[in-house]
């Protein structure tokens, strides 16, 4: 059963409950908890506003480690807001940096970090071969200690050739990249770029649900990693549209730029007694 107890309007900062059985896997069970919203970006600035600066930074370069296509950049043209409040990250053919696509890559570092909660984005993914958006914490630690020891939460991956799946993952020691722990939800009767979807997890010290749309459909623990559990410290969010990749494969013929990755809001929540 579809739960929106917890939906706040876009001004609202107060406590919430979440009630009700959630759509969801063998191990669910009812779930009754108390969040409060913390922190929120509902981006409403006018057309071609940058991110507020209060809030993001950007991750400028290429690679990753991922093989990526795209040189990700701090210009309007690939990060700003669209002025119908969403944020727009938008990939484009063109030669910068040494490569042949640009993007945007944004992130909390060093503005705001949390353990546990609820975190999620409503978004509207892009389509084609070769194209990933992801919405994700990085361990806040990890300048002080190596990927993946810091830990790694995809709160939502998706490959662009794939446009009814998105996928949910962790990565940690003994269990990263293609090893990483990770499950797929697949919409019926719709596909994520024709429509916004809420892509969220709900973090606490022995488990980590992953949503889309309030249903449930990954539970992960302790017992289902084959290394150290590795969440319980602050994590920071990134969002990013990458093209080509280790993960997503590389575009095609069919893959029509520009592409754009829409990001109505982000909120986080504390869970509260």
């Known amino acids: 059963m579809k739960n929106t107890n917890y939906i706040l ?14 759509g969801c896997t063998e191990d669910a069970e009812n779930i009754n908890r108390n969040y409060q919203l913390v922190w929120e970006d509902d981006f409403n600035g006018a057309a071609g506003e940058l991110p507020d600066a209060s809030k993001w930074v950007f991750d400028i370069g290429t690679d990753w480690g991922n093989q990526q296509l795209e040189y990700d950049t701090d210009r309007a043209e690939n990060v700003s807001t669209d002025g119908n409040g969403n944020l727009a990250i938008v990939a484009k053919q063109e030669n910068f940096g040494g490569q042949p696509f640009t993007s945007g890559r944004i992130k909390t570092q060093g503005l705001f970090q949390q353990t546990y909660g609820r975190f999620e984005a409503r978004m509207k993914l892009p389509w084609g071969p070769g194209i990933w958006p992801a919405f994700w914490l990085l361990g806040a630690n990890c300048e002080t200690v190596t990927w993946p020891q810091c830990g790694e939460i995809d709160i939502m991956e998706y490959r662009g050739q794939q446009p009814t799946l998105a996928h949910g993952s962790v990565h940690g020691p003994g269990y990263s990249a293609g090893g990483a722990i990770t499950k797929s939800y697949a919409l019926q009767n719709d596909r994520y770029d024709l429509s916004f979807h809420v892509f969220a997890i709900e973090w606490g010290t022995d488990y980590i649900d992953y949503y889309v749309d309030d249903n449930l459909y990954q539970r992960i623990t302790p017992a289902d990693v084959p290394g150290e559990w590795v969440y319980d410290h602050d994590f920071f969010i990134f969002l990013n549209l990458a093209v080509g990749g280790s993960y997503v494969g590389f575009p095609t013929d069919d893959t029509r ?6 990001v109505d809001y982000v909120r986080v929540y504390k869970e509260v007694n």
């Open 9 to 22: 309007s876009k001004t609202a900062l107060f406590s919430i409950i979440l009630f009700g059985f959630y």
């Open 257 to 262: 730029f520009p592409q754009t990755l829409l």
